[in-house]
């Protein structure tokens, strides 16, 4: 059976992925097929499920769950599971109450068990709620790594559907490429920033009434700072307001990222329906996955399971 996965972001490399390994003949039609795709290349890559019911449903931490497992087992040595650790400053500590209200899975923490995970924080913040099962990885790396395994795996990839031939299935990975009228774009914004002044061994999510965000930290001393949502699909640089948001909370983790290179700056569209919440549907032998949102590397694997099962099971919308 022969099927057509058109695009190479985080949903459509997922999707192949699950397809190849259940035997399928998959072509993955995108005109940059390396899985350098904006959206997905600008993601935090964190595998936070139980931190994501802040602001999301629960069904975005029922489809999370199990995406760490997906991850390790299609790509080995990827997922760093430390947990993420979310902190406030002093005059925000209403704000990591309201955090803690709203989810679950998490240990709270006292100054000294925030400074035993996170020495580099020692005395900066009184309490924090360290979420110890989640996970993250580098989405560059994965994507890049996802691709390149495809391909050695027998997927091809290929720059214009034109030239491919006649498929049994096509599934639709196209995000805000998509004609489907439901899908808007949210814009999110992202700083790189290098330094060797502070060490991190998991994601921070600082929380504030205004402008939350999350410290990632990569190889090579780099973190990724971001991100900034906002109700737009402008895809142009980053703002002056956003960068200055972005750097202030960094600062306000910790002083020496004042001091920080800033490597690269970034901005992607999200796809997202207004529920927020992703869809797998099917119209004849064509499905559609769309509107993952801010969860893409979280979400794609279920998604990806959802689309397998409709062309093994033939069954019917799935949502």
């Keep these: 059976m022969a099927v057509l996965v058109r695009g190479a972001g985080v949903a459509g490399l997922a999707v192949a992925h699950e397809l190849m390994s259940r035997g399928l003949d998959v072509t993955v039609v995108d005109p940059s097929p390396d899985g350098r795709r904006p ?3 600008y993601a935090g890559g964190m595998l936070a499920p139980y931190c994501e019911r802040e602001s ?3 069904a975005v931490v029922d489809l999370g769950l199990a995406a760490a497992d997906w991850w390790e087992a299609a790509l080995p040595g990827t997922v760093t599971r430390n947990g993420t650790l979310v902190l406030a400053s002093g ?7 309201r955090f803690g209200t709203q989810t679950s899975g998490f240990d709270l923490l006292d100054e000294e068990s925030v400074a035993a995970l996170e020495p580099d924080l020692a005395g900066r913040f009184r ?3 360290h979420f110890g099962t989640e996970a993250h990885l580098d989405p560059r ?6 691709a390149a395994k495809l391909a050695a795996s027998g997927v091809s990839f290929e720059s214009d559907q034109s030239a491919a031939p006649r498929f049994d299935w096509t599934i639709e990975c196209l995000g805000r490429a998509t004609t489907d009228e439901g899908i808007r774009g949210v814009r999110g914004e992202m700083l790189l ?3 060797t002044d502070v060490s991190l061994a998991r994601p921070i999510r600082l929380v504030h009434p205004r402008f939350p965000v999350y410290i990632v930290p990569r190889a090579g001393q780099t973190f990724m700072v971001g991100a900034t949502m906002i109700e737009s699909d402008a895809t142009g640089p980053i703002t002056v307001r956003s960068t200055m948001e972005l ?7 910790h002083p020496a990222f004042g001091e920080a290179e800033i490597i690269e700056t970034g901005t992607g569209i999200r796809p997202a329906y207004p529920d927020n919440l992703p869809r797998v549907v099917r119209d004849g032998n064509v499905i559609s996955i769309n509107g993952l949102y801010r969860h893409g590397f979280l979400l794609a694997p279920a998604m990806a399971r959802q689309a397998a099962s409709m062309i093994f099971d033939q069954g019917n919308e799935v949502q």
């Design 39 to 41: 959206a997905s290349w």
């Design 56 to 58: 999301a449903e629960q």
């Design 91 to 97: 005059r925000d500590q209403k704000e990591l109450d």
């Design 127 to 129: 309490r924090g709620l």
């Design 141 to 146: 790396h994965a994507l890049v790594s996802l």
């Design 193 to 195: 920033l290098r330094t």
């Design 247 to 253: 750097i202030n909370a960094a600062y306000s983790l």
